[in-house]
């Protein structure tokens, strides 16, 4: 319940910060266009999320036929979890990971790349989908893309809100419904990309730790996650997935490289404090 309220907390304070900038450019009349765009990305998002990133990566339905032992580890894992069996996708590509999509369990889908088949077993496998299929359960899914999606929203209107103040388009202080005049806007137009992406990210993690402890207690053992993070960061640090920034959030493991402070602003929290929480598991149970 903690990471609820904490989620719900945030995707709050994301959306106040869409209204906010929308002032800041065009006050009340702004904040009522940035409020409409927010909710029309966001219905795009629930409806189309699933299908857009499942192309992204070229990803293609797997028939049991043809991955019966994968098919056998998620129908399990879905009769746990006492939700309805999600699509199964394959994503061509060396690099091992996994991702869930979909706005709900019932229109749900897990994509898996061929590297990940080819160097998991099973144990570690079902592992990976059993967090996967805690984020569908959890409807992580839905709230990380509609996260995703307003970040993005603050980011286009933070632009919009910088050219408008640089080109005289800001309000004076003294105007009605204003949000603060030309230095506010540029203030608003350079904290609120930042504001949200740190928003975004604490988001992302607390649901990543969340699916962490979910997924060890569906597969019913945390040491198969355990092992296949290990596998999978080591895998990604020396072959890295051709991903955008924008999906990152959805892999098991971050496809993205960053070293250094770079690490600060990963939509992952770090591999070693994850396995350190699978092991503290395993020990008290």
């Known amino acids: 319940?903690?990471?609820?309220?904490?989620?719900?907390?945030?995707?709050?304070?994301?959306?106040?910060?869409?209204?906010?900038?929308?002032?800041?450019?065009?006050?009340?009349?702004?904040?009522?266009?940035?409020?409409?765009?927010?909710?029309?990305?966001?219905?795009?998002?629930?409806?189309?999320?699933?299908?857009?990133?499942?192309?992204?990566?070229?990803?293609?339905?797997?028939?049991?036929?043809?991955?019966?032992d994968l098919y056998r580890i998620v129908r399990r894992l879905t009769t746990r979890a006492g939700i309805p069996m999600p699509r199964v996708y394959l994503i061509p590509g060396e690099t091992p990971n996994a991702f869930a999509t979909?706005?709900?369990?019932?229109?749900?889908?897990?994509?898996?790349?061929?590297?990940?088949?080819?160097?998991?077993?099973?144990?570690?496998?079902?592992?990976?989908?059993?967090?996967?299929?805690?984020?569908?359960?959890?409807?992580?899914?839905?709230?990380?893309?509609?996260?995703?999606?307003?970040?993005?929203?603050?980011?286009?209107?933070?632009?919009?809100?910088?050219?408008?103040?640089?080109?005289?388009?800001?309000?004076?202080?003294?105007?009605?419904?204003?949000?603060?005049?030309?230095?506010?806007?540029?203030?608003?137009?350079?904290?609120a990309p930042i504001a949200a992406m740190l928003i975004q990210l604490a988001i992302s993690r607390a649901r990543e730790f969340q699916a962490d402890a979910s997924g060890a207690q569906l597969a019913g053992r945390p040491w198969g996650l355990a092992k296949a993070l290990e596998k999978l960061e080591m895998a990604s640090r020396m072959a890295p997935m051709d991903a955008t920034p924008a999906t990152a959030h959805l892999f098991i493991v971050n496809p993205l490289r960053g070293e250094g402070l770079a690490t600060l602003f990963s939509t992952h929290p770090p591999i070693q404090e994850r396995i350190a929480r699978l092991r503290a598991m395993a020990t008290r149970s």
Not at 51 to 67: D, F, G, K, S
Not at 127 to 145: C, F, I, P, Q, Y
């Open 1 to 68: 319940m903690g990471n609820l309220f904490k989620t719900a907390v945030l995707l709050a304070a994301l959306t106040s910060l869409v209204v906010l900038i929308g002032q800041a450019i065009g006050g009340q009349q702004g904040m009522l266009i940035a409020f409409i765009l927010a909710v029309a990305m966001n219905f795009g998002s629930y409806w189309f999320s699933d299908r857009i990133v499942l192309a992204m990566y070229r990803a293609q339905p797997i028939e049991e036929a043809q991955a019966p």
């Open 102 to 191: 979909g706005r709900s369990p019932q229109h749900a889908a897990v994509a898996v790349t061929e590297g990940i088949m080819r160097m998991l077993d099973d144990e570690e496998l079902e592992g990976v989908l059993a967090h996967e299929l805690s984020h569908v359960k959890n409807r992580d899914t839905l709230t990380m893309t509609i996260a995703a999606t307003l970040a993005g929203v603050i980011t286009y209107l933070a632009h919009m809100a910088q050219w408008a103040a640089i080109f005289g388009g800001g309000r004076r202080d003294d105007e009605e419904g204003s949000g603060g005049g030309v230095f506010g806007a540029l203030l608003m137009a350079i904290l």
